[in-house]
C-alpha cells in the first residue's frame, strides 16, 4: 500500500492519549494509533453511507406503494407493530 506523510496537530488530550497507547503496547507508535483511527473512522463513515443509500431505497419504495395506492389503514400498522414488540393493544374508545 502506498504511504503519504502529513503533519497532523491535534489538541494535547488526544496527543497523550495516543501516547498512552504506545506506552500500554497496544501500538508501535503514534503513527499506528493515527492510522487505526482513521481506518475504523472511514468504515464507520462507509457503513453510515450504506445505510443511508438503503434507507432511501426503502423510502421510495414507499412512496412507489403510495403512488401506485398500496397504503395500510393506521391501526393495521399499529397492531402489527404491537404484535412485533410483544404490547396488548389498548382498548377502543
Given at each position: 500500500?502506498?504511504?503519504?506523510?502529513?503533519?497532523?496537530?491535534?489538541?494535547?488530550?488526544?496527543?497523550?492519549?495516543?501516547?498512552?497507547?504506545?506506552?500500554?503496547?497496544?501500538?508501535?507508535?503514534?503513527?499506528?494509533?493515527?492510522?487505526?483511527?482513521?481506518?475504523?473512522?472511514?468504515?464507520?463513515?462507509?457503513?453510515?453511507?450504506?445505510?443511508?443509500?438503503?434507507?432511501?431505497?426503502?423510502?421510495?419504495?414507499?412512496?412507489?406503494?403510495?403512488?401506485?395506492?398500496?397504503?395500510?389503514?393506521?391501526?393495521?400498522?399499529?397492531?402489527?407493530?404491537?404484535?412485533?414488540?410483544g404490547r396488548r393493544a389498548e382498548p377502543a374508545a
Amino acid at each position: 500500500m502506498a504511504q503519504e506523510t502529513i503533519q497532523v496537530t491535534v489538541p494535547t488530550n488526544l496527543a497523550e492519549f495516543a501516547k498512552g497507547l504506545v506506552d500500554g503496547q497496544d501500538f508501535g507508535s503514534v503513527d499506528d494509533v493515527i492510522v487505526a483511527a482513521l481506518a475504523e473512522y472511514q468504515a464507520a463513515v462507509d457503513a453510515r453511507r450504506r445505510a443511508q443509500a438503503v434507507l432511501k431505497g426503502e423510502i421510495k419504495k414507499g412512496l412507489d406503494d403510495i403512488d401506485r395506492g398500496e397504503v395500510f389503514e393506521e391501526e393495521e400498522v399499529f397492531g402489527e407493530l404491537d404484535e412485533i414488540l410483544g404490547r396488548r393493544a389498548e382498548p377502543a374508545a
